[in-house]
Structures are given as C-alpha cells and as structure tokens.
Nanobody, 120 residues
Framework: VQLQASGGGMVQSGGSLRLSCTAS????????LGWHRQAAGKERELVAS???????NYLDSVKGRFSISGDIAKNTVSLQMNNLKPEDTAVYYC???????????????WGQGTLVTVSS
C-alpha cells in the first residue's frame, strides 16, 4: 500500500494550501486518517486526525486555522491550511491506521511527505 500526498509548496505568511492524500489500493478497516509534520531538527508531530467514528483532533497551534477531512470509503484524507505561519514550515506526512479486532491499529501506512514552506 502506498499513500500519495500532494499539495505542498511555498506560500507567504497568511496564505493557504490544501494537502491531499490517496491510497494506491483500497484499505479495509480504517481506524483513523491523519496528517503529521516534521520541521527541520524537530520530532514528528501529529497535526490533525479523524477517526472512523468521526472524532477529530488538532494540534493546539493549528486549531482554528487547519481543517482535516477524510473519506474512508475512498481512502482519501485532506488538510486545508489557512492563515499559514512561518512556524508551520515542515514536511507533512499523511497517515492511515487500519486493523480490526485483535489487529486494531496494527497497520500503519505513511505517505512520502510533502514540503510546506511559509515565508514571512
């Protein structure tokens, strides 16, 4: 399974970008869809996630600016990023977690990463 992420680029502070991610094959029993990011010299962090039950979580610093949406049936997840700030500069990775029963959360798929650069 491969996740293909797209939509990264360079924008000025205050601008917007939309990231999209699609799986190469159909993934069964999806538990959650999410986006993570890793800035240079920092650890990867969870930016936003949406569970199969519809629960949404955001990193505090992006609340009110970013919005995650996902379609489990189509195995797609998107991240709308508004009012971008220089501190949002990072490589963004999409992530799909799947598995049922005793295998809940066992399957962890990652996209290749897409660079978002926000200039001041």
């Amino acid at each position: 399974v491969q996740l293909q992420a797209s939509g990264g680029g360079m924008v000025q502070s205050g601008g917007s970008l939309r990231l999209s991610c699609t799986a190469s094959v159909s993934i069964r029993d999806i538990n959650a869809l999410g986006w993570h990011r890793q800035a240079a010299g920092k650890e990867r962090e969870l930016v936003a996630s949406i569970s199969s039950g519809g629960n949404v979580n955001y990193l505090d610093s992006v609340k009110g600016r970013f919005s995650i949406s996902g379609d489990i049936a189509k195995n797609t997840v998107s991240l709308q990023m508004n009012n971008l700030k220089p501190e949002d500069t990072a490589v963004y990775y999409c992530n799909i977690i799947a598995g049922s029963g005793v295998h809940y959360g066992e399957y962890d798929y990652w996209g290749q990463g897409t660079l978002v650069t926000v200039s001041s």
